[in-house]
């Protein structure tokens, strides 16, 4: 496991985050997918392809990672093969997050019925499923979704947020704050922060990030420039700074060693 050097700056976890990571996990998961997350997180707990940044563990993959979120490119459509957080993961929500979006539903359904010919009742939790845990996906696609006249598919929580002055993570579930990044509480309080990829997307029953045109494409800017900001609201002012630093060595050594892709 490689270290920042000299000076290690002090970056810790937005206090909101960490409670909500420590919301116990419900406990219907698939056993082939805890196999495959057991397998791979021991592999990080042992340090492979893991830095740390002052005290956050970072998985290389976050690093090396390319990403923006490409709305047109990944609408539903019949038979497609790209895939869409939208329109294809499912959102768990903690107790905090649908009491934040209950103490909006009204407006919330104000808002999405004069946009959302799906929606034919947006009466009390009308945006949850019928065990009420996840937001509900009525077309095959989220609640929250909004499909425009262009085949884009975006968020409406954007706009509700904007107009209501409301910040985005004031309103949005924190899994979608933070696509396609994951959070993994360790012990003795470490974090490890990782991201959707090749090796570990089976922990997450989910499709291989080849499939979401976010994360498949190479001419995407790295991940660590393009989600600079949730980055820093993560864990504090300087850290996608400090991650650009850490990518820019490693592909200085990639260069030198006469093995990089050339592109910053
Ligand atoms: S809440 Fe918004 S970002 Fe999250 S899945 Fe639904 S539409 Fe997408």
Request: charged fraction near 30%; glycine fraction near 8%.
């Given at each position: 496991m490689k270290t920042t050097g000299k000076r290690p700056k002090t970056f810790r976890l937005n206090s909101k985050v960490r409670r909500w990571l420590q919301v116990e996990e419900p406990e219907d998961a698939d056993d082939s997918c805890e196999d495959y997350f057991d397998r791979w997180l021991e592999q990080k707990e042992n340090g492979k392809g893991v830095v740390e940044v002052g005290s956050i563990l970072v998985d290389q993959s976050v690093l090396i990672a390319r990403f923006d979120c490409v709305p047109e490119r990944c609408a539903p459509a019949r038979g497609r093969r790209r895939r869409s957080c939208c329109a294809d993961v499912y959102v768990p929500l903690t107790v905090a997050e649908k009491r934040r979006l209950a103490g909006v539903r009204n407006e919330l359904a104000a808002h999405l019925s004069r946009r959302e010919p799906r929606l034919k009742c947006a009466e009390g939790r009308f945006y949850l499923d019928e065990e009420g845990e996840t937001l509900c996906r009525p077309g095959g696609r989220c609640v929250f979704s909004l499909l425009d006249g262009r085949g884009r598919i975006r968020c409406h929580l954007h706009g509700f947020a904007k107009k209501h002055k409301l910040s985005q993570s004031d309103i949005q579930p924190y899994t979608c704050r933070i696509f396609p990044l994951l959070l993994i509480s360790l012990e003795h309080g470490k974090i490890l922060l990782t991201v959707l990829d090749k090796s570990n997307y089976k922990s997450w029953n989910t499709y291989s990030p080849q499939r979401f045109p976010c994360l498949a494409?190479?001419?995407?800017?790295p991940l660590v420039q393009s989600m600079a900001k949730t980055l820093d609201w993560l864990f504090g002012k300087g850290f996608a700074r400090e991650l650009s630093r850490f990518r820019g060595r490693d592909e200085g050594v990639k260069r030198e060693r006469g093995c990089g892709d050339g592109r910053s």
């Amino acid at each position: 496991m490689k270290t920042t050097g000299k000076r290690p700056k002090t970056f810790r976890l937005n206090s909101k985050v960490r409670r909500w990571l420590q919301v116990e996990e419900p406990e219907d998961a698939d056993d082939s997918c805890e196999d495959y997350f057991d397998r791979w997180l021991e592999q990080k707990e042992n340090g492979k392809g893991v830095v740390e940044v002052g005290s956050i563990l970072v998985d290389q993959s976050v690093l090396i990672a390319r990403f923006d979120c490409v709305p047109e490119r990944c609408a539903p459509a019949r038979g497609r093969r790209r895939r869409s957080c939208c329109a294809d993961v499912y959102v768990p929500l903690t107790v905090a997050e649908k009491r934040r979006l209950a103490g909006v539903r009204n407006e919330l359904a104000a808002h999405l019925s004069r946009r959302e010919p799906r929606l034919k009742c947006a009466e009390g939790r009308f945006y949850l499923d019928e065990e009420g845990e996840t937001l509900c996906r009525p077309g095959g696609r989220c609640v929250f979704s909004l499909l425009d006249g262009r085949g884009r598919i975006r968020c409406h929580l954007h706009g509700f947020a904007k107009k209501h002055k409301l910040s985005q993570s004031d309103i949005q579930p924190y899994t979608c704050r933070i696509f396609p990044l994951l959070l993994i509480s360790l012990e003795h309080g470490k974090i490890l922060l990782t991201v959707l990829d090749k090796s570990n997307y089976k922990s997450w029953n989910t499709y291989s990030p080849q499939r979401f045109p976010c994360l498949a494409d190479p001419s995407l800017p790295p991940l660590v420039q393009s989600m600079a900001k949730t980055l820093d609201w993560l864990f504090g002012k300087g850290f996608a700074r400090e991650l650009s630093r850490f990518r820019g060595r490693d592909e200085g050594v990639k260069r030198e060693r006469g093995c990089g892709d050339g592109r910053s």
